[in-house]
């Protein structure tokens, strides 16, 4: 069995499984990154993300990530929905988090995939990860042609725009690579001028410690009061760079049961938010992302953004 079978597997396999794209690269040191991580540390823009420090050079090198690599699987899940929340003066929900948990639904799909590529390929070995360790997600996939990383850091596919999930295969059999994509974003900076906390500090760099997102999720201590009335009502992470995006008016709902919204979530009302209670909580987030945040958290969400 040669290289090019090999990939035509892959790819065969990864569309029965639900990914919408899959791309391949030679896995080895991601030269370009490298100054851009180290820059990006050395200016504090992860915040209180301490982790993002650590195993620098597996970020950087996936063989030393995955003891014998010689190919990164880059594979995106499509995750826009159909409906919204369907009050607007309510707390806002990243879109991402709507349903059940993506690392659950995505882990399952990818254990499934190594099982199938050594049943149908045979001695193959590696490990799967969807943004469960130190791999630059979007850099992989951005050289395996899947899209462009955009001004606003996020991976955009120009017919498809940029609500996807991004996981990974890292394995050790040599495959037949795919090509980088031009950079489409041209002149447009409307993810810049739309970020109500100024955290896309130029073009392609954004400021992590400024994000929406990192303060509704990742930091655990009290926001800052400097972001008081910035928030723009987002209770759990935020979509507004992306909800501004050109590109993303070529987005299409996703076909993943998982991915909806069953526990009425949606129909919240703005009191509906306000009122909620740690028991309503654990069984409204069971399966979702949000309890990443825990109730504390989110409630220190609410409270921080709650009207005054």
Not at 83 to 99: C, D, F, L
Request: glycine share 6%.
């Amino acid at each position: 069995m040669n290289k090019q079978l090999h990939t035509q597997i892959i790819k065969q396999e990864a569309k029965r499984l639900g990914f919408d794209f899959c791309g391949i690269s030679k896995a080895g040191f991601l030269e370009e990154e490298a100054p851009r991580l180290e820059n990006w540390l050395t200016n504090q823009m992860h915040g209180k993300m301490e982790y993002m420090q650590n195993y620098f050079d597996k970020r950087l090198n996936p063989t030393i990530l995955v003891e014998g690599a010689k190919s990164v699987v880059s594979l995106l899940y499509n995750y826009y929905p159909s409906a919204r929340q369907t009050h607007e003066s309510a707390p806002k929900i990243s879109k991402y988090a709507y349903g059940t948990d993506y690392h659950d639904v995505i882990r399952e799909k990818l254990n499934e995939f190594l099982n199938t590529l050594k049943e149908k390929i045979g001695d193959v070995n590696g490990r799967a990860f969807v943004d469960s360790a130190p791999v630059l997600d979007k850099a992989w996939a951005k050289k395996s042609g899947l899209g462009w990383v955009g001004k606003n850091s996020i991976l955009i596919n120009k017919g498809h725009g940029s609500y996807f999930f991004i996981a990974e295969l890292i394995i050790d059999i040599d495959l037949e690579y795919d090509t980088a994509m031009p950079d489409y974003c041209g002149t447009c900076t409307r993810c810049i001028d739309a970020c109500p906390t100024d955290a896309i500090v130029k073009p392609y760099v954004v400021d992590g410690s400024k994000c929406i997102s990192y303060l509704t999720i990742e930091l655990k201590e009290e926001i800052p009061a400097s972001f008081q009335g910035k928030m723009e009502n987002w209770a759990f992470g935020c979509d507004i760079c992306q909800d501004v995006c050109p590109w993303n008016s070529f987005s299409t709902p996703h076909q993943e049961q998982a991915f909806e919204n069953k526990t009425g979530m949606l129909d919240f009302s703005c009191q509906d938010w306000y009122d909620i209670t740690e028991d309503t909580f654990k069984i409204i987030f069971k399966k979702s992302a949000v309890k990443r945040t825990k109730f504390k958290g989110l409630k220190r969400n609410l409270e921080f953004i709650k009207p005054k």
